[in-house]
């Protein structure tokens, strides 16, 4: 079974700063998807990136980016220019490329992210 | 947004009492999930739905179930709530592109 740990329950970051959350996860599989979310005091969780294992180029959406390390099974989410809105829950989380389980995601256990200003 | 609305979104009862929660998505995805969250666990698997009237057991299965009778509607049951089940409860769905949506939660308390 695949298994996700964030090792960081907490981060703090500046506003206007940069802050990676790191994520490690254990698979014996080639193929599968890394999936980031947000989920702010509305407990609304957000789609904030994926990254798809077969590719090699990290994923970017604006101030959001990856660092997909295969090998190493790392996959990191820098927060470039930190905004008080960024104030949230992070999950990191693995979706196998087969569809067992009807494609469901294991999720880590999450790391708060507080934004200073 | 996958227009994912739960219902209800707070609710508070007492041990031993049956409870349903409502999923209701308009985006006709296929999958959908119920998950459970709570301090020091994420979010952790119940149940899932591959399509109507066709669902299986997650990792945290046992005192829920679920049904399915329309593609819009995902039930989730507690037959005899427990404190053990005092949770914030998600709905989501999955798209094509298997990514997740999710409802915005329903928190339950169980006294």
């Known amino acids: 079974a695949q298994t996700v740990t964030q090792s960081q329950p907490e981060m703090s970051v500046q506003e206007a700063e940069t802050v990676t959350l790191s994520c490690t996860y254990d698979t014996s599989e080639s193929d599968y998807y890394l999936f980031w979310y947000k989920q702010p005091p509305s407990r609304q969780m957000i789609l904030v990136i994926r990254q798809e294992a077969y590719k090699q180029q990290n994923a970017t959406e604006n101030r959001f980016s990856v660092n997909f390390q295969k090998a190493a099974k790392s996959f990191s989410l820098k927060i470039s220019d930190s905004q008080l809105g960024d104030a949230a829950m992070y999950f990191c989380a693995y979706r196998s490329y087969i569809n067992t389980n009807a494609g469901k995601s294991t999720f880590g256990d999450g790391t708060t992210l507080t934004v200073k200003p | 947004d996958a227009g994912i609305t739960q219902s209800p979104r707070h609710k508070v009862t007492e041990t031993g009492t049956p409870v349903t929660l409502r999923c209701h998505q308009t985006e006709n995805h296929r999958y959908m999930y119920w998950y459970r969250q709570d301090p020091g666990h994420g979010l952790r698997l119940i149940h899932y739905?591959?399509?109507?009237?066709?669902?299986d057991k997650g990792e945290v299965s046992d005192g829920y179930s679920v049904s399915r009778s329309k593609t819009e509607d995902f039930l989730l049951t507690l037959e005899s709530a427990t404190s053990s089940q005092t949770s914030v409860y998600f709905c989501?769905?999955?798209?094509?592109?298997?990514?997740?949506?999710f409802g915005p939660g329903t928190r339950l308390t169980v006294t």
């Open positions: 989501a769905t999955r798209t094509v592109a298997y990514e997740q949506y």
């Open positions: 739905s591959y399509g109507v009237k066709d669902t």
